[in-house]
C-alpha cells in the first residue's frame, strides 16, 4: 500500500548537544521546512550526546547529520544546512 | 554481484566520500567514535568548553554568536541583565530576544561603518533603576564556526560618578557665579566651600577652618543670636535663617552684611550642613548716611532760608513808602532768592558758576538779544552759600541797572567779568556804560545794603560800588573759602 501522500514525512536531525553547528542546523531546518514545504515534514531532533546509542540504527558518523528515512533510498544531508538549495535537492522535493 | 548491491555500494560510497568532504570542509563540529555499543560523542568544538567556562566567571556579560547572529551561547551574568533564560536562548537569533534599540545597537558594533567605533554605550532598564553598558563585540572562532564575541561591560557605576561629578560642578558653578558671599560649611560648621565675594569677608583661606573662627560676626541683640557659631549651629540643626544684619569686625574692606543661613538638605530627611550667604551692605548703610546727612542739610537750609526771607521782608518794609512798592520789590527779591535756589535744585545742591547766576538773574536782557549785557570769565564755581548772597547782590544790581542805570536806557550795558586781583582773591566786576550819567545816590536803600553786606558773612568777602558818571561799577569780591574752582 503506498503511503498516504498528505501525511507528514519525518526528517531525523542528529545533534551532539549545543554544539554551535548543532544549533545552526536545527534553526536552518525548521526556517526551510516552514519557508519551502509547510506540513510535509515532521522534524524528530536526536540529541546524541543524551544517547550515543541512537546513531547507530543509521550509521551516523558526523554531526550534525539529516536523515530522510522515506521515500527509499535513505538520504543523508551532513553539515549545518546552510545551503538551503543543497537540502532541498537532496530531499528532491522537486519530483514529488 | 547484483545491480542492486551495486546501487547499495555506490551510495555507501557517495555517504563516506560526503562524510569525509563535510569533516574537511567544517561542516561538522562533533564526531561518534566506537562501536558495539561503545559509542561516545566527540566533539570538535576546539576551547569552547573552555571559553565557555571563563565567560562564566568574567563579571561582565557576554555572549557568542554564529555568523547569522544566532546565540550560541550567553553567559548568567549577561542572561540576568537582560532577563533570558540562558537555556531558551541558544540556537535564536540575538536580535529577536531584546528590545528593537539594544539590537540595533549591537547591529552597528557588529558592523561598524567605515571610522564609527566599535563600541556603543547602551541603556538598559531593570527593576532597580536604569543600568549602563558598554557593548563591543570581536570576531571569535568556535571549532569549525566564525562569529562574534559581544561583551556587557556595566559602566551603570562609573556613568553615575560622572553624573555627580557633573553635578557637584554645576553647584560649584553656581556658588562661584554668585555676587553675594557663599559660604558651605559641614556638621561640624567646618567651611568646605566657599566663592570669590566669601573670600573677600576674610583675611585667611576659609575652607578647612570653622566658620566663626574665619568670619566672626556680631548680631544686634533682638537677632536673637549670640554669633556665627550660634547662627551656623541653628542652621544645621533645620533652621532657615533669614535676613539677620550683621556686622563682621575682621573682615577687611567690607563690614556690614545681611546674613542669611540655611540647613544643606542633602536628601529629604538628610542634612549635610548649611549654607551661608553674605549680602554686602555697606552701599545700603552709605546711602542711609548720605540721606541723614541730605535731611539734616535740608532742615538748616530751610531754616536759613525762612530767616533770609524775614529779613528781606522786614527790610524792604523800612525802605518802601507805599503797599506796593512794598509788593513789588519784596515779591522781586523773593523771586530772585527762589531763581537762585532753582539753580541750586538743578545741581542738587552743588557748586554753581557765577555765569549761571549772573544769566539767571539777567535773563530778560539777555533774550532781548544784541549786546546790552556780556559777560566774561565767569565759569568759576561757588558753593551754595555763595550762590545765595551773589543771586542777590545781582539781584539788586539789576534793579538799579533797570530803574536808573544803563539798563534804564536803550543804549545802555552791562559788563560782567572777572579781574585779576591779588593771587587768591576772586574779583568779579559789575559795569554800567551808556546810560545816563550817574550821581551817588542821597539816600542809602535796601538794596544798597544787601549788595554792601551779602558777601559779609566772611572776612575775604564783600563789594565795593562806585558811582562813576559814566555808569555804576560793582567790584565783588568772593568769599576765597566758597570758591570751588575758578576754571
Known amino acids: 500500500m503506498p503511503p498516504n501522500p498528505t501525511a507528514p514525512r519525518k526528517?531525523?536531525?542528529?545533534?551532539?548537544?549545543?554544539?554551535?553547528?548543532?544549533?545552526?542546523?536545527i534553526a536552518n531546518l525548521e526556517r526551510i521546512c516552514s519557508e519551502h514545504m509547510p506540513g510535509r515534514y515532521e522534524i524528530e531532533v536526536i540529541d546524541l550526546k543524551e544517547n550515543p546509542r541512537l546513531a547507530r540504527e543509521h550509521s551516523i558518523v558526523a554531526i550534525p547529520t539529516l536523515v530522510r528515512e522515506l521515500p527509499v533510498p535513505i538520504r543523508k544531508i551532513i553539515g549545518d544546512l546552510s545551503d538551503a538549495d543543497k537540502v532541498l535537492v537532496n530531499l528532491r522535493i522537486e519530483g514529488e | 554481484m547484483s545491480a542492486a548491491e551495486i546501487a547499495e555500494l555506490r551510495r555507501r560510497l557517495f555517504e563516506a566520500e560526503e562524510t569525509l568532504r563535510a569533516i574537511r570542509e567544517g561542516e561538522v563540529d562533533a564526531l561518534v567514535v566506537g562501536a558495539d555499543d561503545r559509542e561516545q560523542i566527540f566533539t570538535i568544538e576546539g576551547e569552547s568548553e573552555s571559553y565557555r567556562a571563563f565567560m562564566e566567571v568574567m563579571g561582565i556579560g557576554a555572549v557568542a554568536l554564529d555568523h547569522a547572529r544566532r546565540v550560541l551561547y550567553v553567559n548568567s551574568a549577561l542572561a540576568r541583565a537582560l532577563d533570558l533564560k540562558a537555556s531558551a536562548v541558544q540556537g535564536r537569533r540575538f536580535g529577536d530576544l531584546v528590545d528593537a534599540d539594544l539590537a540595533a545597537a549591537i547591529d552597528a558594533v557588529l558592523d561598524p561603518a567605515p571610522g564609527s567605533p566599535d563600541a556603543a554605550e547602551v541603556r538598559l532598564r531593570g527593576p532597580e533603576g536604569d543600568r549602563h553598558f558598554?557593548?563591543?563585540?570581536?570576531?571569535?572562532?568556535?571549532?569549525?564556526?566564525?562569529?562574534?564575541?559581544?561583551?556587557?561591560?556595566?559602566?551603570?557605576?562609573?556613568?553615575?560618578?560622572?553624573?555627580?561629578?557633573?553635578?557637584?560642578?554645576?553647584?560649584?558653578?553656581?556658588i562661584a557665579s554668585a555676587n553675594e558671599a557663599v559660604l558651605v560649611c559641614d556638621l561640624n560648621g567646618i567651611v568646605s566651600h566657599a566663592n570669590a565675594a566669601?573670600?573677600?569677608?576674610?583675611?585667611v583661606e576659609p575652607v578647612g577652618h570653622a566658620f566663626a573662627e574665619v568670619i566672626p560676626l556680631e548680631f544686634r541683640r533682638s537677632a536673637g543670636f549670640t554669633g556665627a557659631e550660634d547662627l551656623v549651629a541653628g542652621a544645621i540643626g533645620g533652621a532657615s535663617i533669614q535676613g539677620l544684619e550683621a556686622l563682621a569686625p575682621a573682615a577687611p574692606i567690607v563690614k556690614d552684611y545681611l546674613v542669611s543661613a540655611a540647613p544643606l538638605q542633602v536628601s529629604d530627611d538628610e542634612i549635610g550642613g548649611c549654607v551661608v550667604t553674605m549680602v554686602d551692605l555697606s552701599q545700603r548703610k552709605a546711602a542711609e548716611k548720605q540721606q541723614t546727612l541730605l535731611m539734616q542739610e535740608l532742615d538748616h537750609r530751610v531754616r536759613n532760608t525762612l530767616a533770609l526771607v524775614l529779613s528781606i521782608s522786614s527790610r524792604t518794609m523800612h525802605s518802601e513808602d507805599t503797599l506796593e512798592g512794598f509788593q513789588k520789590s519784596f515779591t522781586a527779591r523773593i523771586q530772585a532768592l527762589a531763581a537762585t535756589h532753582g539753580l541750586l535744585a538743578e545741581r542738587s545742591w552743588a557748586d554753581v558758576s557765577v555765569g549761571d547766576i549772573v544769566r539767571s538773574e539777567l535773563a530778560p536782557y539777555l533774550q532781548q538779544g544784541g549786546d546790552r549785557v556780556s559777560t566774561e570769565g565767569l565759569s568759576i564755581h561757588v558753593a551754595p552759600r555763595a550762590a545765595i548772597a551773589l543771586g542777590l547782590v545781582f539781584h539788586e544790581l539789576t534793579t538799579n541797572a533797570v530803574k536808573?542805570?544803563?539798563?534804564?536806557?536803550?543804549?545802555?550795558?552791562?559788563?560782567?567779568?572777572r579781574l585779576e586781583?591779588?593771587?587768591?582773591?576772586?574779583?568779579?566786576?559789575?559795569?554800567?556804560?551808556?546810560?545816563?550819567?550817574?550821581?551817588?545816590p542821597t539816600r542809602r536803600g535796601f538794596g544798597q545794603t544787601v549788595i554792601a553786606r551779602s558777601l559779609q558773612y566772611t572776612p575775604s568777602g564783600g563789594t565795593e560800588v562806585e558811582f562813576e558818571p559814566s555808569g555804576v561799577v560793582c567790584r565783588i569780591s568772593i568769599p576765597t573759602e566758597d570758591v570751588r574752582s575758578a576754571a
Open chain 2, 421 to 440: 586781583g591779588e593771587p587768591g582773591s576772586t574779583l568779579v566786576e559789575w559795569r554800567e556804560v551808556g546810560g545816563p550819567a550817574v550821581a551817588p
Open chain 2, 134 to 174: 558598554l557593548v563591543a563585540a570581536r570576531p571569535l572562532r568556535l571549532g569549525t564556526v566564525r562569529g562574534h564575541a559581544v561583551t556587557f561591560t556595566d559602566m551603570t557605576d562609573r556613568v553615575e560618578a560622572e553624573i555627580a561629578l557633573q553635578s557637584e560642578r554645576a553647584a560649584r558653578a553656581v
Open chain 2, 198 to 203: 566669601a573670600r573677600g569677608a576674610t583675611r
Open chain 1, 11 to 25: 526528517l531525523v536531525l542528529y545533534v551532539a548537544g549545543q554544539t554551535p553547528k548543532s544549533l545552526s542546523a
Open chain 2, 404 to 417: 536808573y542805570g544803563s539798563l534804564s536806557t536803550l543804549g545802555g550795558r552791562v559788563l560782567v567779568r
